[in-house]
């Protein structure tokens, strides 16, 4: 067990002929291990979400073709498609491609953690604090919609701290994280409940459409945090990207080559809880985004640790693709891409529980 790990870490080439990762030095003295099939699928990934982003951008009930897009974004189009285009569709996608970057990203930083697929901010808990934080402000103070990204990302802290306390016992571990954060996630769904009992029906139903989760009439006022958010985490992250791999080979392993777990841990998980409330914050709770993600992303690069960048990249594709569904592939009804991500995530969760049984894992 010992051996795989410094060879990965040289970037040697082993007995079979294979490999290991090389070394990509970032700005700032990071230094990332890459895989080349890793990349590869990455490359992929950044070119579909390019693509889809700009098919989702022409897409509307005022079409326009996707050369035209890229010569408007490009600062070569009309008047009528400079205005379509920048002000009213590419605030959206922009939403679409952080807000899913973000918990893809998020979700495999969790699932690293708690070293258990079903580890994702959905399940965990972290989702729901932030929708008991937007639906107090939406109820009790009648809070605008600054207000409500403002409570929804001090629910989801406060939610992360909580469930971080209750499953800390002389370290965390991973069952006990998914536990307690199960838990924790029922309490807090009892308490939205409560709550929308308490509204008024104006109030009731604006809360309701929040929980949803939407991507509708999104505008640059919820791009701009949420792109600063993700510009300073998202760094953050992936200078620990070695650092988390250690830790999942267990406690002992990381602390034998060096690394402070639970300081490493608690940073990431923060990080990580941040990216969480300030996707929420933006587009309201998009489901099983997260959990979905970094698990497919692991499947395609075949990677036995965590996924962050390829997790990201698929995040977003998986949001963009359901916003396009959500648009298009109901007729005349469009639905909050949240109801689309629900729909498809139940069934993909179901199959994970399926796998993960049949597998010994649970």
């Excluded at 309201?284 to 698990?295: K, M, R, T, Y």
């Excluded at 592939?329 to 729909?343: E, H, K, R, S």
Aim: contains cysteine.
């Amino acid at each position: 067990m010992t051996d795989a790990p410094v060879e990965a870490r040289s970037g040697r080439t082993g007995r079979t002929g294979r490999t290991g990762p090389r070394p990509l030095h970032l700005p700032g003295g990071i230094s990332l291990r890459v895989e080349r099939r890793a990349l590869g699928v990455g490359a992929l990934l950044l070119v579909l979400v390019l693509a889809t982003a700009v098919l989702l951008i022409g897409t509307g009930d005022f079409d326009i073709a996707p050369w035209d897009v890229v010569q408007t974004l490009l600062g070569n189009g009309t008047p009528a498609h400079t205005f379509v285009i920048n002000d009213l569709r590419l605030p959206r996608v922009v939403v679409a491609v952080l807000v899913g970057a973000a918990l893809g990203m998020s979700g495999a930083v969790f699932q690293s953690v708690s070293r258990n697929p079903l580890g994702s901010p959905d399940v965990l808990g972290f989702g729901h604090g932030s929708a008991v934080g937007a639906v107090l402000v939406i109820v009790l103070f009648h809070g605008g919609a600054g207000e409500v990204a403002a409570g929804a990302l001090v629910g989801g802290l406060a939610a992360g701290i909580a469930v971080y306390l209750l499953a800390y016992k002389q370290g965390i571990h991973g069952y006990r994280l998914v536990l307690v954060g199960i838990g924790t996630s029922a309490m807090l769904i009892a308490v939205i409940q409560y709550l929308l009992t308490k509204a008024q029906l104006v109030e009731a139903t604006r809360a309701m459409v929040w929980l949803t989760g939407s991507l509708a009439g999104r505008d640059w006022a919820q791009v701009w945090p949420l792109l600063a958010t993700c510009a300073v985490l998202f760094p953050l992250v992936l200078g620990q990207s070695r650092a988390l791999r250690m830790i999942e080979m267990g406690d002992d392993a990381a602390y034998a080559v060096g690394v402070r777990v639970e300081r490493t841990r608690l940073l990431l998980m923060v990080a990580a809880i941040l990216l969480t409330t300030a996707a929420g914050a933006a587009a309201g709770p998009i489901s099983f985004v997260a959990l979905a993600a970094p698990q497919l992303a692991r499947r395609l690069t075949r990677s036995p640790g965590a996924s962050l960048l390829t997790g990201a990249l698929m995040g977003a594709l998986l949001l963009l693709v359901s916003d396009w569904a959500s648009q298009r592939a109901f007729g005349a009804d469009q639905l909050p891409v949240g109801v689309v991500t629900g729909l498809v995530g139940g069934v993909y969760l179901l199959w994970l529980l399926v796998t993960e049984r049949k597998a010994g894992r649970i």
